[in-house]
Nanobody, 115 residues
Framework: QLQASGGGLVHAGGSLRLSCAAPMGVFRFKHLGWYRQTPGKQRELVATATALGSTNYSGSMKGRFTISRANANNTVYLQLQMNSLKPEDTAIYYC?????????WGQGTLVTVSS
């Protein structure tokens, strides 16, 4: 499983940085992404960092979120810098490969944005 961390409660317009660490031996050459899910909705892909270093974002996150990945200490570190947060960004955020694999889903980290 991949464990995400860094969530919390923030006011609208605030920022948070999410983090995820993955064993390099397994994930170095995999595309990685951040997903989020709100109650009653399907989990959606928020941002992707490919194994080649390029990034992609879901439409509403462009310009506000920045995904990054780095390799160090036999670990792939995946981060999501979230700025200008909106109440509609409230969700549980997860990291996983892209496309996702069931065995990699962790518990996620809760992000709550108050208005």
């Amino acid at each position: 499983q991949l464990q995400a961390s860094g969530g919390g409660l923030v006011h609208a317009g605030g920022s948070l940085r999410l983090s995820c660490a993955a064993p390099m031996g397994v994930f170095r050459f995999k595309h990685l992404g951040w997903y989020r899910q709100t109650p009653g909705k399907q989990r959606e892909l928020v941002a992707t960092a490919t194994a080649l270093g390029s990034t992609n974002y879901s439409g509403s996150m462009k310009g506000r979120f920045t995904i990054s990945r780095a390799n160090a200490n036999n670990t792939v570190y995946l981060q999501l810098q979230m700025n200008s947060l909106k109440p509609e960004d409230t969700a549980i955020y997860y990291c996983n490969t892209v496309p996702s694999r069931a065995e990699y889903w962790g518990q996620g980290t809760l992000v709550t944005v108050s208005s």
